[in-house]
């Protein structure tokens, strides 16, 4: 039995744990099991908790659950943190090798509510340098390989969340998503990856605490799952000026819901983008799909004229704001593109602000007009199937030319200019058997009915035909060694800070 428990959704092993037919122990163990076997290859979490450490923290969850004390709805759940979030006592790098001693002092708000919640956690999962590119790797722990395909990238920026959760690692991970990084690495890995509205998961600390456009969220392997972690980071914070009013227990009501009549506008030409062919041919049955379950699909485009300058202008000024003193003292530690996009930022004017500043009005308010005609529009979350591991960013989409190490990203990138609600859920898959993802964009503030439209999807569409990545056979606890030794060795260090803490 313990080899089955990482392949159970998040919600069965809750309700499992709760009525205490299985153990944390048990569970925390079984997970363990999996990352030993497979985490040498695929390289997702890279700072891994002592096991003497979890396997104690597990059997105090039972203990409180025999006492009737049951923390919260994530009870006994192995979960890992995105290694941009700051963990206390546990080693944050950020993915820079500036910071790769880092033992943050401070916990980020995300991580203080899933702890709250009963979740304990196990370690961090890889993330490229800062946040930067949807391709994860970086100088300080490599890269993360894709379960369906090794030789191929996991996407990112929250990419070992998602190949974690592929694989049955954790039940549950978390990320955040500034130009798609919860959304791209969720296509790349076939999970569900859902960038909330503005304010739903506030974050804390925060540089720019009145900026909307970078969020955090959830990632796991069904809707379903993914709005019961919602439930636990959502709700207001007062530190949080753009958080919103309501409580996270809002997102642990059944998803199930009749579409009959709804409106949806399939993009097939989103912003003027190019989309590799084998995505298009990917995510075509999803639109017969939308049609079953009662929708009334159209073949329409929100006007996104402008949004490729404005998102440039915004991420260069974001750059510079949150990285720009780094800059000054460690460029020889720093990537190339994030170089780049600091020094971006610090050549704008204040023109170039305010003209960026005035488009991103008007789109807006094209925007609202448009999701005034439909509740939902949907699009291929990615504009391209997973590329190979040594690549850093895709230069070229169907022979079109990408300007930038972002633009290969633009049908994600562009939609969190809009402030919507849009999560990625897995609807197909390549000639070549690798996952591709359809993204569910909702009305402003509407990341319930988002996740509603998710789990339709799901139950509508059959699903894969293998799991990626199997575990090799033999006995639980014969594979190969958790972690290497100088991950255990340095899994966490309590020392002193060495830096100032990149928000």
Known sequence: M????????ARTLARRLARREVSAEEVMRAH??????????????????????????ARAKDDSLRRGDVSGPLHGLPVAHKDLHLTRGIRTTFGSPIFADFV?????????RIRRAGAIAIGKTNTPEFGAGSQTFNPVFGATRNPWDPTRTCGGSS????????????????????????????????????????????????????????VSGPMARSAADAALLLGAIAGPDARAPLSLPDPGAAFHEPLDRDFHGTRVAWSAGFAGLPFDRRVVRAVAPARAALESIGCEVADEDPDMAGATGVFDRLRAWYFDLC??????????????????????????????????????????????????????????TVQAPPFDLGQEYLEAIEGVRMRTYTEWM???????????????????MTDDGLPVGLQVVGRARADFAVLQLAHALEAALPPPSRLPFPIPPGPAGQS????SASSQERAVRRGTQREEVPR
């Open 2 to 9: 313990r080899n089955e428990l990482p392949s159970l959704s």
């Open 32 to 57: 363990l099991d999996r990352i030993r076997a497979l985490n040498p290859e695929l390289n997702a979490i890279v700072t891994l908790l002592p096991e003497p450490d979890l396997l104690a923290a």
């Open 104 to 112: 943050p002092r401070e916990e980020a708000l995300i991580v203080a």
């Open 159 to 214: 990419g070992g969340a998602a190949v974690a959760l592929a694989t049955g690692m954790v039940p549950l991970a978390e990320g955040s998503d500034y130009g798609g990084s919860l959304r791209n690495p969720a296509s790349f890995c076939g999970v569900v990856g859902l960038r909330p509205s503005p304010g739903r998961v506030p974050d804390w600390p925060d540089e720019a605490p009145w900026f909307p456009v970078p």
């Open 323 to 380: 990285y720009g003193p780094l800059l000054e003292r460690h460029r020889a530690r720093m990537k190339e593109t994030v170089i780049w996009n600091i020094e971006r930022g610090q050549a704008l004017t204040a023109s170039d602000l305010a003209g960026a500043t005035r488009r991103w009005t008007a789109l807006l308010a094209r925007a609202t007009a448009f999701m005034a005609r439909f509740e939902f529009f949907v699009l291929p």
């Open 410 to 428: 633009g049908s994600c990138a562009l939609v969190s200019l809009l402030g919507l609600p849009a999560a990625s859920v897995p609807v197909g």
């Open 480 to 483: 190969a060694p958790l972690g």
